[in-house]
């Protein structure tokens, strides 16, 4: 079992910037893929960003050049650091891990973390 804590969410103000943390109790080594995805109200959850142990990486088109997603192996941390943040982007946004080579992770979950986004 693995356990994925995020930080980092909060109010931004639109073409701002914030940077999510996701600290796994595991080391994450061993999962081949994690990624964010995040959830508006009312709609589906979507995949936001991904990476693979091998550093390939893979974005939503509606996010591509303005967010990215790194790990840190040591910290058995993911980041995800937004720029250019836009109200659309506002959702409740979600870690997922896997240790499968997925482009896609969803086998473990953490809890979510708000990112608010004014206009």
């Known amino acids: 079992q693995v356990q994925l804590v995020e930080s980092g969410g909060g109010l931004v103000q639109a073409g701002g910037s914030l940077r999510l943390s996701c600290s796994a109790s595991?080391?994450?080594?061993?999962?081949?893929?994690m990624g964010w995805y995040r959830q508006a109200p009312g709609k589906q959850r979507e995949l936001v960003a991904a990476i693979t142990s091998g550093a390939r990486t893979n974005y939503a088109d509606s996010v591509k050049g303005r967010f990215t997603i790194s790990r840190d192996s040591a910290k058995n941390t993911v980041y995800l650091q937004m720029n250019s943040l836009k109200p659309e982007d506002t959702a409740v946004y979600y870690c997922a891990a896997d240790y499968s080579g997925t482009q896609s992770p969803s086998q473990y979950w953490g809890q979510g973390t708000q990112v608010t986004v004014s206009s």
């Open positions: 595991k080391t994450i080594f061993r999962l081949n893929a």
